[in-house]
Structure formats: structure tokens, C-alpha cells
């Protein structure tokens, strides 16, 4: 692989990075927040027990009679994941230089703000 080739599969793999997600109002996306239940481990692993039924993976006893452990795995994976999303991760945020506004009554505008976790 020559050195031109290596420089065109960087370049072409920059070229096929998905756009991002269109921002919404951040009066509904303020409001919303309120409303989200959080996360649950439970919940979300019988969504993707759900999603392994449809898939034809068997999350049952297996057919000699023995245990499934694949519900069981999931789960602890799920809920190690979601363990850290609430105690490790750090969400930082930035806001947009001119986007925030007070009014004098107190009240202000939610401003342009991008976040990132680590």
C-alpha cells in the first residue's frame, strides 16, 4: 500500500462521516427533560430479550435442559454500563458564545450549548 493510497483512505473515511443530529427548540428539549424517567437496567435488558426473541435467539432453557445464560449476561453487561453512565462518566458542556440571554425580570433564554461525555 503506497504512501498516496493510505493518504485516500483517510481522506475517504472522513468523507463518510455521518452529518449530526438536528438540533431541536431548547425550550422543548428543556421542557422534556423533566419528563425522562432515567435509566433501568431492567427495562432495558427485557427490551433486548425482546429483541433476541424476534431474532430467533433462544433466551429460554436450552433444549438438553440446562440453563440459558445469555439473559444473565446481558444483564450484568447492561447494568455495568449503566453503572457507569451514573457514578464515572463527566459530562461537559459548552454554550455558544451570544446565545444565552437575560431579561431583566430574571428569566432567561436557554442557549445554544454541545456536550460531550468522558
Known amino acids: ?9 483517510i481522506t475517504n473515511f472522513f468523507n463518510d462521516v455521518r452529518p449530526p443530529f438536528p438540533q431541536i427548540n431548547r425550550i422543548l428539549l428543556v421542557c422534556s427533560m423533566i ?8 427495562y432495558s ?11 430467533g435467539i ?11 445464560l445469555t439473559v ?27 446565545t444565552m440571554q437575560a431579561t431583566p425580570a430574571g428569566n432567561a433564554t436557554p442557549g445554544m450549548a454541545f456536550g460531550a461525555l468522558f
Open 1 to 9: 500500500m503506497g504512501i498516496e493510497q493510505i493518504c485516500n483512505t
Open 45 to 55: 435488558v427485557s427490551n433486548i430479550v425482546k429483541d433476541l426473541n424476534r431474532l
Open 72 to 98: 444473565g449476561a446481558f444483564f450484568a453487561s447492561t447494568k455495568e454500563i449503566y453503572r457507569g453512565l451514573k457514578n464515572d462518566v463527566s459530562i461537559q458542556v459548552g454554550t455558544t458564545p451570544g
Open 58 to 68: 433462544p433466551t429460554g432453557p436450552m433444549p438438553d435442559g440446562s440453563s440459558n
Open 35 to 42: 419528563r425522562r424517567p432515567g435509566l433501568s437496567t431492567i
